[in-house]
């Protein structure tokens, strides 16, 4: 029997998922941000001690967290420095030279991660097509690495202008660096990102060299506790593409980590939708400090290649820290149990981005928080059993958290502690319902008619009132919601995609070129799959990035299986016309199409065990207790019926209001919705009339 297990580090709790054979055991405790290792030990120990086993026995560990994350948005990375073309030092901080609040005359840029005194420029020069114009200067290297030794500075990028035609010059004065400066982390900017647009490119480099120390001493510390408690499988980490890779190539890519726990949740939803046949889906993913949202169709969730990180206004696009690397597309905003409420000078209540965390936490919490959240106005407004909150193993505080929203929110508007809760819950789940309409749209898609799949802590409590603002008359509570991102890591392949920039035109295809530069990216992708996965089968996946001549944005196109000739040409052009119809509805008739980068994914496959849903014969279940709920849409409270989710077997139906409980969330079944019980043992919201 294999017994696997699930890790993922939150900004508030650290959820641990152990799969026994059929059988599934959960924990959740709260992040110990000083040492996250100490709060993985402690879990795995609770999962282990509730299964009866011992750690020898567990099979394969794999870990997602947002250790990468925080250290971006929080800045807590490594001094870093940049080696760059003479002329280009400030690349990084001139960015695109656009404004993404164009009517801002006070607008605030995000500061570089690389200051320019830590920023060094270096003569030589490679053309578009890779050819040498300048040859490099090491003399002018080995000074810049007395410096950087001057300086005691920890990780160095290296950015050469068109380096991803030519890395010759990237990889010469990398190893030049690490021959000077052994105990200095390198990132090539050729390795990490080898595509066109330096700032993207740049910029990556920059956060992968950021992360490399912080990653490396974590994930280096871990391993040793996890030794120490007699641990010996092997340790896979979840990467931001929804694929997972060894210790090394996470250590040596570690940007690749920053969605990884959001990337997990997103895999659990869309194997949800395949076990219930559901085509079109909106996994909704909130838990302490974010929430996540992503479009699922045909059982995949939508993927890109650019994000941001750590925006700084408003969460505008434009407005964070550019990383050019695979990832499962998503929106995420500051929208969890634990986000920060407060009514600015306008009078208008905000929450967000900012949380409470772990440390001191909801006020609720009773561990030094005295700031309004998201958690105390759902306990005030009955959502959440003060007694029973995870299991019963922590209670909370219903006073401090009336006090806190009193203070906070009830005094500077006029408004009692219950009022006040419902304008801070009307206030997040309309800013969470605006943000998934937005990104459906630029996504070219609609929310309507679709499937929520709700999981994560904090959202099974807000998921009906977001359906409704959605137009959405089905909502999914998988079981063991609150700990999802972790069961998605238990559902990831082993797998590793590579892009590569190599502008081709259809009207002048060279396609021994294109099946050359495919060869290579599949030998470099499967020597990193082949440390995981040896001896699979692997899959391979081809997209390309392409877009009518004179465009400056792409549209990913998924490509059909090479080699390629040049009568595939009609076969990428038809492709390229199907995905820009998609998104913008039309065409470019006789426009000349061209390829800007070429993408291939390797993964093996997931040997997972076939659910066959039960049989259901309709009941109407027989609630456990009743208990007072705030009813938003009316205004009113109104008297709930309370369920314990262990009760309820499949086929139950359940007439809303009510509540739903179980040690890692509840779900709030709103007087609009009636529930029932699936095959699976899934909650099913479905919307009356």
Known sequence: MQHRLGVDIGGTFTDVVLESGTRRFTAKVLTTSDA???GVLEAISAVLTEARRDASALSLIIHGTTLATNALIERKGAETALITTLGFRDTVEIRHENRFEQYDVGIDLPPPLVPRRRRFAVRERIDARGRVLEPLCEEHVLRIADEIERLGIAAVAIGFLHSFTNPAHEQRAGAILAERLPRVSVTLSSDVSPEMREYERFSTACANAYLQPLIASYLGRLQRDLGAAGVTCPLYLMLSGGGLTTIETAVRFPVRLVESGPAGGAIFASHIARQCGLERVVSFDMGGTTAKICLIDAFRPQTSRVFEVARIYRFRKGSGLPLRVPVID??????????????DSLERIGVGPDSAGAEPGPACYGRGGAEPTVTDADLVLGRIDADAFSGGRMALDAAAAAGALDRGVGKP????????ALGISEMVDENMSAAARVHAIESGKDVRGR?????????????????????MDRVLVPSSAGVGSAIGFLRAPIAYEIVRSRLQRLSAFAAPEVNGLF????AEAEAIVRRGAPDAALDEERHAFMRYRGQGHEVMVPLPPGPYGDADVSRLADAFSTAYRTLYSRIVPGADIEVVSWALSLRAPVDLAVEVPQAIERHVAAPAGRRMLFDPATGEQVEAAVYRRCDLQPGATVRGPAVITEDETSTVVSPAFDAS???????????RG
Request: net charge positive; hydrophobic share 50%; aromatic share 4%.
């Open 677 to 687: 019980i699936n095959g699976f043992g899934y909650i099913e919201l479905t919307r």
């Open 330 to 343: 998503m929106v995420e905003i500051g929208a969890g149990g634990g986000s920060i409420a407060r009514v």
């Open 36 to 38: 996250p290792e100490r």
């Open 451 to 471: 499937v929520l799949v709700a999981f994560g802590g904090a959202a099974p409590l807000h998921a009906a009132r977001v359906a409704e603002k959605l137009g």
């Open 519 to 522: 060869a290579a990216m599949r």
């Open 413 to 420: 508007l006029g408004l009692s502690p219950l009022l006040a």
